[in-house]
């Protein structure tokens, strides 16, 4: 199947409704492939059945506000009427980051959790999850790091700083924020072996639509029921991956797929920029050669930004290359003219086997 086949081809769309609990993800058969799936062979949408807004959609489904939003542009964000279509996520191109324990891409306000194995097994499931990050002037801070405490139904201690940053905008915080549905940090929180006491946890019911935004003091805040599941999930000491990926670049069943998000608040990078960024990230994938890819659909990717992935490059099979270079080489033999002598061996043409990317473009020490 071509690239414009493919692309006509997931125009079939199916309306799916209800709640969809669905954050667990297969890995891709081929262990070299890098995307995900949720719904194969089509897009996933949802009528609503009632007046609601697309954040009341985006918590149903589990989405985060920047990530519905970008996939329904032309949807208003406050009046989503009775009856109308929203587009939901469907694929994902896993970060370029090591696949154990946690990796957070704030740059798409996601978690990738990868489940236990054991030794020299390959993961085969992965969880994802919508989060909050640090807004521009409280960072959440890039890395690898690793939990290093659990705790339950946590007190919350803010730190002068934010206390004074109440205080000026008129409301003030005590110096303990007791367990209960007000507290930031819900409850569930894993504390992280950085500086400054930066977890990922809950949230408290005023900022349950956040999630999926740059708002919090650098902590990463998730929806009430994903910090419980994963909470029970995580042990002390599983490693977080912390990397800001804004472009990825995957394979899946020997297609080639670009995402791509925008920038975080405060940063700025022109097209041209994000060209050459995609243009490294798919040499590399395609074993440090450059492929004849479809430049208009990279184009539409990088300047609509909506962190959809998009087809971009179609590559001959592995198993149709075999069977092609097997089919030369016999006929090679049975034209050769008739000789004591054995004839010379032919060999493989196939492109070699594309490698796992061990760093590139993870930002941290592995």
């Given at each position: 199947?071509?690239i414009?086949a493919?692309l006509?081809?997931?125009i079939?769309l199916s309306?799916?409704g209800?709640?969809a609990?669905a954050?667990?993800y297969?890995?891709?058969?081929?262990?070299?492939?890098?995307?995900i799936i949720?719904?194969p062979?089509s897009?996933p949408?949802t009528?609503?059945?009632q007046?609601?807004?697309?954040l009341d959609?985006?918590?149903?489904f589990?989405?985060?506000q920047?990530?519905?939003?970008?996939l329904?542009?032309?949807v208003?964000?406050?009046?989503?009427k009775k009856?109308?279509v929203?587009r939901l996520s469907?694929?994902?191109?896993?970060?370029d980051?090591?696949?154990n324990?946690?990796?957070?891409?704030?740059?798409?306000?996601?978690m990738?959790?990868?489940?236990?194995i054991k030794k020299?097994?390959?993961p085969?499931?992965v969880m994802s999850?919508?989060?909050?990050?640090?807004?521009?002037?409280w960072?959440t801070p890039?890395g690898?790091?690793?939990i290093?405490?659990k705790?339950?139904?946590p007190?919350?201690?803010?730190?002068e700083?934010?206390?004074?940053?109440?205080?000026a905008?008129?409301?003030?915080l005590p110096?303990?924020v007791?367990p209960g549905?007000?507290n930031p940090l819900?409850s569930?929180?894993l504390?992280?072996?950085?500086p400054?006491?930066?977890?990922?946890?809950g949230?408290?019911?005023?900022?349950?639509?956040g999630?999926?935004m740059?708002i919090?003091h650098?902590?990463?805040?998730?929806?009430?029921?994903?910090?419980?599941a994963l909470?029970?999930?995580v042990?002390v000491?599983?490693?977080v991956?912390?990397?800001?990926?804004p472009?990825k670049?995957?394979?899946l069943?020997n297609?080639l797929?670009?995402?791509s998000h925008p920038?975080?608040?405060?940063?700025?990078?022109t097209?041209?920029?994000?060209f050459s960024e995609?243009?490294?990230l798919i040499?590399k994938?395609n074993?440090k050669?450059m492929?004849?890819?479809?430049?208009l659909?990279l184009?539409k990717a990088?300047?609509?930004q909506?962190g959809?992935?998009v087809a971009?490059?179609e590559?001959?099979p592995?198993m149709?290359?075999?069977?092609?270079?097997?089919?030369?080489?016999?006929a090679q033999?049975e034209?050769?003219?008739a000789?004591?002598?054995?004839p010379?061996?032919?060999?493989?043409?196939s492109?070699?086997v594309r490698k796992a990317?061990?760093?590139?473009?993870?930002?941290?020490?592995?």
């Amino acid at each position: 199947m071509n690239i414009r086949a493919l692309l006509a081809f997931t125009i079939l769309l199916s309306v799916i409704g209800g709640h969809a609990n669905a954050t667990t993800y297969a890995m891709p058969e081929n262990s070299h492939d890098s995307v995900i799936i949720q719904y194969p062979d089509s897009m996933p949408l949802t009528r609503v059945e009632q007046d609601e807004t697309l954040l009341d959609v985006a918590r149903r489904f589990l989405l985060g506000q920047t990530e519905i939003v970008r996939l329904n542009p032309n949807v208003d964000r406050w009046l989503v009427k009775k009856g109308e279509v929203v587009r939901l996520s469907d694929k994902r191109i896993l970060p370029d980051s090591p696949h154990n324990g946690i990796t957070l891409n704030i740059s798409e306000y996601r978690m990738y959790y990868y489940p236990p194995i054991k030794k020299g097994q390959v993961p085969r499931q992965v969880m994802s999850f919508a989060h909050g990050v640090g807004r521009q002037d409280w960072k959440t801070p890039l890395g690898k790091t690793k939990i290093t405490q659990k705790i339950k139904n946590p007190s919350w201690h803010p730190p002068e700083s934010i206390r004074r940053e109440h205080a000026a905008n008129g409301d003030p915080l005590p110096v303990v924020v007791p367990p209960g549905p007000n507290n930031p940090l819900g409850s569930r929180a894993l504390y992280l072996a950085l500086p400054g006491e930066y977890r990922i946890h809950g949230t408290d019911i005023d900022k349950i639509h956040g999630i999926g935004m740059q708002i919090t003091h650098g902590c990463v805040r998730m929806y009430p029921e994903d910090i419980e599941a994963l909470y029970d999930m995580v042990s002390v000491g599983t490693p977080v991956y912390i990397v800001k990926q804004p472009i990825k670049v995957g394979w899946l069943d020997n297609v080639l797929y670009v995402e791509s998000h925008p920038n975080l608040e405060g940063e700025e990078t022109t097209l041209d920029q994000r060209f050459s960024e995609a243009l490294r990230l798919i040499k590399k994938a395609n074993n440090k050669e450059m492929p004849d890819f479809d430049q208009l659909a990279l184009n539409k990717a990088l300047t609509e930004q909506s962190g959809d992935p998009v087809a971009i490059y179609e590559r001959l099979p592995p198993m149709e290359e075999e069977d092609s270079v097997v089919s030369e080489q016999q006929a090679q033999v049975e034209n050769a003219p008739a000789s004591n002598s054995r004839p010379e061996s032919v060999k493989p043409t196939s492109k070699p086997v594309r490698k796992a990317s061990p760093d590139g473009y993870y930002h941290g020490n592995l």
